[in-house]
């Protein structure tokens, strides 16, 4: 099986064009774990696939380590335009991918160059609220989750929920440092309170620009970056008054900055950077039992 493995911020994934790759939808979860395994396969944060779409120029899908589905992924985003352009399946410098949570609009910002795509700005889209959207439970679904608390162990922690297309609590702290990530996310992503499980961001105010970020993500773990969980902070910060509306925000993660701006007109919007690491071709024991393989698939992106 021919891959590529790309990264936004040390977030990385390993991509299929299933415009050259044959999968089967039952194979896509037991794919991703196989390839994620970082001992007997490629190693990664998951699997996403790149494809044809009905309603946009590209469908992605994305598949976690665990195998699990998310609904969508903002580096991943940003990965698969970068994809689309370098590899020739879309010439214009705007297009739009088709997610879980709808389809995302995509502007492509070129090196000096011309040739290749450096950084990607996507319109995230509106985010949503209510704890319906989530979901989570503790009060009236139709209701705002900004002040919510999850107790895990001895600790209460207040979080604010935002729905990008997946969900996210939205933890604010003095130190983003201080925070034992690994043994608090994984209580709180499967905490009773979330039915669908949550990602969890850890997040501390700088100042009216400026925030420090770490998250623990649904399916992953600990990554150097989400980009979705990135948007909703800055959403969070700005419902809570640390941040203002329409500001152009620079989160710090692990893996680096992206800038986000939680326009006035309710949407989203994140800039950051898309990279390759690698391509290759998967000869790992599962390929076979999972009877992968290339086969030509009709449909091109254009």
């Not at 991509?15 to 190693?43: C, F, H, K, M």
């Not at 795509?117 to 705002?144: H, K, S």
């Not at 961001?201 to 990554?223: M, N, Q, Y």
Request: net charge negative; charged share 20%; proline share 4%.
């Amino acid at each position: 099986m021919r891959f590529a493995k790309m990264h936004g911020l040390g977030n990385n994934y390993v991509y299929v064009n299933l415009w050259d790759e044959r999968l089967a939808p039952q194979q896509l979860a037991p794919l991703a774990r196989a390839v994620a395994d970082v001992s007997t396969g490629i190693g990664s944060d998951g699997l996403i696939t790149i494809g044809p779409s009905d309603a946009a120029d590209a469908r992605m899908r994305i598949f976690n380590a665990d195998g699990s589905e998310g609904q969508t992924c903002g580096n991943g985003l940003r990965c698969v335009g970068k994809y689309l352009y370098d590899k020739g399946l879309v010439r214009e410098t705007h297009l739009s991918v088709e997610t879980g949570a709808g389809v995302a609009r995509l502007q492509l910002h070129l090196d000096a160059a011309g040739e290749t795509v450096w950084e990607v700005t996507v319109d995230m889209g509106v985010p949503r609220l209510r704890r319906m959207d989530l979901p989570v439970l503790g009060g009236p679904g139709d209701q705002e989750a900004l002040a919510d608390t999850v107790t895990v162990g001895r600790d209460s922690y207040t979080f604010t929920g935002v729905s990008m297309g997946n969900p996210h609590a939205v933890i604010f702290v003095d130190d983003v440092g201080a925070v034992d990530v690994a043994a608090v996310g994984p209580m709180i992503e499967r905490h009773d309170l979330f039915p669908e499980r949550v990602n969890v961001e850890f997040v501390a105010a700088k100042g009216p620009e400026e925030l420090d970020f770490r998250v623990w993500e649904r399916g992953s773990g600990i990554t150097q970056a989400c980009g979705s969980g990135a948007c909703a902070a800055v959403v969070a910060s700005a419902l809570t008054g640390r941040t203002k509306r329409g500001a152009q925000v620079v989160v710090h993660l692990l893996g680096g900055d992206l800038s986000i701006r939680y326009d006035e007109s309710g949407h989203v919007f994140m800039r950051g950077p898309a990279a390759w690491i690698c391509e290759g071709v998967w000869m790992g024991e599962g390929a076979a039992t999972m009877g992968i393989g290339t086969g030509a698939v009709t449909g091109r992106a254009q």
